[in-house]
């Protein structure tokens, strides 16, 4: 059994900073990929930030220069610190990862339970 738990969420407001966390724990063999993903209310869920188990990141152009993802692999975490947000990156956030447990040969995407962001004008 594989857990993602997300802490870091909250309210601020715009042009201010806030850092998520998101812990894997269980049994896991391996940790792959790690991301977070975004979903405001009546829209599609949107890949935020990416990092590969080397520490290769990718963003999108929207938040590219004011997020940043990072990852401790020791700890099985990764990060996101959101530094100028806008009203615009109200949602909920979501980390992902892929993981191979001890029980198994594959890696299986993982979701955590997500966690609120909301920016006032």
């Known amino acids: 059994q594989v857990q993602l738990v997300e802490s870091g969420g909250g309210l601020v407001q715009a042009g201010g900073s806030l850092r998520l966390s998101c812990a894997a724990s269980g049994s896991i063999f391996r940790v792959n990929n790690m991301g977070w993903y975004r979903q405001a209310p009546g829209k599609q869920r949107e890949p935020v930030a990416g990092?590969?188990?080397?520490?290769?990141?990718s963003y999108p152009d929207s938040v590219k220069g004011r997020f940043t993802i990072s990852r401790d692999n020791s700890k099985n975490t990764v990060y996101l610190q959101m530094n100028s947000l806008k009203p615009e990156d109200t949602a909920v956030y979501y980390c992902n990862a892929e993981i191979r447990t001890r029980a198994s040969l594959a890696f299986f995407g993982y979701w955590g339970q997500g966690t609120q962001v909301t920016v006032s004008s």
């Open positions: 990092i590969s188990s080397g520490g290769q990141t």
